[in-house]
């Protein structure tokens, strides 16, 4: 079959083509104050936010990019719109350079992202930064301005509740390679010194083509429902082992992920 129709422009030669889809492993490995791992797979998709995926119709409900999943919830016309918003806001110009996003696509009209990332580009092709998106399950977004090193790794200061069992403290190391043949993310959590908490996502590099998607969609179904739903089961399983609830402070509220 053939592959997902979107606009070719230039990319960096370590991102290769997009639209592109990854088959990814997630694990989450909670080392305090109780050790506990979560692993579970999924697949995710890595586009150009100016020119999304098209599919054949019968297929648009297995992938939809919405403006109004991220950054202004729909305010602009795009998710690009959005992205060079924020980027003005903390003095940042991409002067019409490239994006390559890597997120989950809605399907069956829901969404819901732990991590989108935006790798930006000049239009010469250098790497000017990355975003890094973060959504909880209580409707709330920040957005991670970050200027990684030569390795891919970059620190930023937690400014948003994610687990009820960890307050809003402590910094963040993540480590952010662009997306190649391999995935590779890792984020920690340290907080007083200590590493509290490790996320990471590995992936290998697929075509996008119809028939590529169908088989992941018939291997996750509803695949971003069974994320967020993972996520709050693991939740209450620590919650019955005894882990404190720590009170939610933050109102970076986002709109509702379901259509």
């Not at 936010?49 to 202004?72: E, G, I, M, S, V």
């Not at 083509?209 to 620590?238: D, K, Q």
């Amino acid at each position: 079959m053939n592959a997902v129709s979107a606009q070719v422009r230039a990319v960096p030669a370590e991102v290769g083509a997009v639209p592109a889809l990854y088959s990814c492993t997630i694990a989450h490995v909670r080392t305090g104050p109780r050790r506990y791992r979560l692993r579970h797979r999924t697949y995710m998709w890595l586009i150009d936010p100016d020119h999304p995926p098209q599919l054949p119709r019968p297929l648009r409900p297995l992938a939809r990019f919405d403006p109004r999943d991220h950054f202004t919830g729909g305010d602009l016309p795009s998710i690009r719109a959005g992205l060079d918003a924020f980027l003005a806001e903390h003095g940042v110009r991409l002067d019409g350079g490239r994006v390559v996003m890597l997120a989950h696509a809605r399907v069956f009209g829901y969404v819901f992202n732990p991590l989108t990332l935006y790798w930006c580009y000049g239009p010469d092709g250098e790497p000017r930064c990355v975003v890094a998106e973060v959504h909880n399950t209580y409707g709330g977004r920040h957005c991670y301005l970050l200027h990684p090193d030569a390795s891919g790794t970059a620190r930023a200061e937690k400014k948003l509740y994610v687990s009820p069992f960890f307050p809003v403290d402590g910094g963040y190391r993540m480590r952010l390679p662009p997306p190649g043949s391999q995935l590779a993310l890792t984020v920690h959590l340290d907080r007083e010194g200590a590493r509290a908490f490790t996320a990471t996502v590995r992936g290998t590099r697929r075509e996008a083509s119809t028939a590529r998607l169908l088989r992941l969609a018939l291997r996750h179904p509803w695949s971003t429902l069974a994320v967020s739903a993972a996520i709050r089961v693991h939740g209450i399983r620590l919650y019955l082992r005894g882990l404190p609830v720590q009170p939610r402070t933050d109102d970076n509220r986002a709109p509702e992920n379901v259509t």
